[in-house]
């Protein structure tokens, strides 16, 4: 997968892009990086990408001609289609089905912001889509960049050492729900101890324990993703038996 993301801070995004899952996978060859400098495709002594808002206020303005020529750049560095997402508050919710849907693309481009924001003419004209990590607003787009580079990498054949641990994290799955807890060495802790049936070699109840689990963290945490009517009867069944338990022993 290719992505190339435009931004006025390149650095961070080869910084982040080094560590981790994203790093290996980079360097397995799953993952091509490349940043875009809209100040390198600006006119001028001083290289502006920013200008007054008009109408007045605070703050500035990133401008449309050193934007245009740097994604035309980007956009004709590779002949693969790629749409141009804008990372924005005001974007779709980024969700674990959208990273899906991105993981398939052979190739996209992530436009960051700064300051007040893009002139408005340059989004309307260029870009595919917005996206927003949440309700709350960030100094630029590269943090949210970043999310989207690691959300997306992680599901590429390869890129984890185990192939099911993606399909096993919280939002997957046809219910999209959250994952159960985990625990390792030692067993027993001054914090508590493991679940016996953790230990018990049962591979079929401990899957019975960890689905159990992950209906009930969601039931509690995040209802909103749980549609109980869309549930199995089996499904239902353990649901109910753990508030059954929680309601009798609602210490961990």
């Known amino acids: 997968m290719r992505i190339d993301v435009v931004t006025l801070f390149p650095e961070f995004m080869a910084q982040s892009a080094a560590l981790g899952v994203v790093g290996r996978a980079a360097e397995r060859g799953l993952l091509e990086l490349h940043g875009w400098n809209p100040r390198d495709y600006a006119e ?3 290289r502006r990408v920013d200008d007054r808002p008009f109408g007045g206020g605070p703050g500035m303005v990133m401008l449309i001609e050193p934007l245009r020529a740097c994604l035309a750049a980007a956009k004709a ?5 790629a749409p141009v ?9 980024l969700t674990q089905a959208k990273v899906r849907e991105l993981a398939a693309l052979p ?4 436009l960051c912001g700064r300051y007040e924001g893009i002139d408005e003419r340059f989004l309307e004209a260029e870009v595919t889509e917005e996206i927003s990590l949440g309700d709350y607003v960030l100094s ?19 890129a984890l050492g185990d192939a099911e641990s993606a399909a096993q994290d919280s939002f997957e799955g046809p219910q999209g729900l959250l994952d159960c807890p985990h625990y390792s060495h030692p067993a027993q802790h001054e914090w ?11 591979h079929a109840a401990i899957a019975r324990w960890r689905r ?12 909103d993703l749980l549609d109980e009517g869309q549930l199995s009867k089996a499904d239902r069944l353990l649901l109910e038996q753990a508030r059954q338990a929680l309601a009798k022993d609602p210490t961990p």
């Open 140 to 158: 630029g787009g590269e943090l949210g960049a970043a999310v989207i580079v690691d959300a997306v990498t992680r599901l590429q054949d390869g």
């Open 77 to 81: 560095a590779d002949p693969a289609p």
């Open 107 to 110: 190739r996209m481009i992530l």
């Open 85 to 93: 997402i804008y990372l924005s508050p005001q974007g779709r919710p």
């Open 44 to 46: 001028g002594n001083y």
């Open 192 to 202: 508590g101890t493991v679940p016996d049936v953790l230990r018990s070699g049962n």
């Open 212 to 223: 159990q689990q992950s209906l009930l963290r969601t039931a509690l945490r995040r209802p």
